[in-house]
């Protein structure tokens, strides 16, 4: 079955980085793009960047461009978050996103359980 597991997250002064990782299986991941989504205290769940299947295109957030990298390794079946000049305001769970899509049922979305950031001011 589908699995997503992000993986780095931690606290992290304001202005500081993080690396966030997003380990997939149980589908061909190179053939498919992925998201990173976030969730804030209170808050509904935002997107935050996607990448395309090849990796050769990429779109971000306007609060994170600029700031945040996206990133894939297709052989080892794992996408990426780079963070950088982090912001107290980018506290959140950070969520890896898959949707999966199949004729006569449309796109699925997949989740994974999230990696938790606090930035601290």
């Known amino acids: 079955q589908v699995q997503l597991v992000e993986s780095g997250g931690g606290l992290v002064q304001a202005g500081g980085s993080l690396r966030l990782s997003c380990a997939a299986s149980?589908?061909?991941?190179s053939r498919w793009d992925m998201r990173w989504y976030r969730q804030a205290p209170g808050k509904e769940r935002e997107f935050v960047a996607v990448i395309r299947w090849s990796g050769g295109s990429t779109n971000y957030a306007d609060s994170v461009r600029g700031r945040f990298t996206i990133s894939r390794d297709n052989a080892k079946t794992t996408m990426y978050l780079q963070m950088n000049s982090l912001k107290p305001e980018d506290t959140a769970i950070y969520y890896c996103n898959v949707n999966l899509y199949a004729p006569l049922v449309g796109g699925t979305d997949y989740w994974g359980k999230g990696t938790l950031v606090t930035v601290s001011s």
């Open positions: 149980g589908f061909t991941f």
